[in-house]
């Protein structure tokens, strides 16, 4: 499995990024796609995810009503639409794939990791 993430760069508070996550390998029906963040000197955090197979999507409080999450199955790729970005959310932003279509917020429960794509939010 091998997973692209890009989109990220530079906006100002209040704007949108929409991030994209092209995901290759085995059929991905059974998968959980998720995406966490890492900001400047904290944690990798949990900040979406959803089921391949019937779309059921979860986000973190931080981001609820702000974010959404979406794949394209034809095109085997996840998305995460950020809209009224704030400071706050400047953070590497990185996608997974976790082989069991429950959703989880756990880290370590993600199998696949692709590389980050920095956001940047300015004030």
């Known amino acids: 499995v091998q997973l692209q993430a890009s989109g990220g760069g530079l906006v100002q508070a209040g704007g949108s990024r929409r991030l994209s996550c092209a995901a290759s390998g085995p059929p991905f029906s059974n998968y959980t796609m998720g995406w966490f963040r890492q900001g400047p000197g904290k944690e990798r955090e949990f900040v979406a995810a959803?089921?391949?197979?019937?779309?059921?999507?979860y986000f973190a409080d931080s981001v609820k009503g702000r974010f959404t999450v979406s794949r394209d199955k034809a095109k085997n790729t996840v998305y995460l639409q950020m809209s009224s970005l704030r400071p706050e959310d400047t953070a590497v932003y990185y996608c997974?794939?976790?082989?069991?279509?429950?959703?989880?917020?756990?880290?370590?429960?993600?199998?696949?990791w692709g590389q980050g794509t920095l956001v940047t939010v300015s004030s």
């Open positions: 997974a794939a976790h082989r069991y279509s429950v959703v989880t917020t756990t880290p370590r429960d993600y199998d696949y």
């Open positions: 959803i089921s391949w197979s019937g779309g059921n999507t």
